[in-house]
């Protein structure tokens, strides 16, 4: 079963920048999306963006000014942050999926976290001055 480490959260001041990891314990199945999410108090979990092995980057036209990016050799992905506000407070969860798409030769990450079947135990982020 693959687990999911994210590190990389903490308190930074408005204007500032993080670097979100997220360690996956192997790689399974033909092909693999790994998104990250974001749980901001009082608000449904948002999806931020989803990348597969291909480095296909998926954003949905989120909001959240972030980049992510991954390490296909050290099964790492990151969310780098830049120009945090206090809006951008909240719990950021790494989730991915190898079970998407069918028998489609390609298909997109999904956008659903409900089709991510493996979730790190998310890192808090505090934005404040």
């Known amino acids: 079963q693959v687990h999911l480490v994210e590190s990389g959260g903490g308190s930074v001041q408005p204007g500032g920048s993080l670097s979100l990891s997220c360690v996956a314990s192997e790689v399974t199945g033909r092909r693999t999306c790994v998104a990250w999410f974001r749980q901001s108090p009082g608000k449904e979990r948002e999806v931020i963006a989803a990348?597969?092995?291909?480095?296909?980057v998926f954003t949905w036209g989120s909001s959240v000014r972030a980049t992510i990016s991954q390490d296909s050799a050290d099964k790492t992905t990151y969310l780098q942050m830049d120009n945090l506000t206090p809006d951008d407070t909240g719990t950021y969860s790494c989730a991915s999926t190898s079970d998407y798409g069918g028998d489609a030769a390609w298909a997109p990450c999904p956008r659903d976290p409900t089709a991510y079947q493996t979730w790190g135990q998310g890192t808090q982020v505090t934005v404040s001055s």
């Open positions: 990348i597969d092995r291909d480095n296909n």
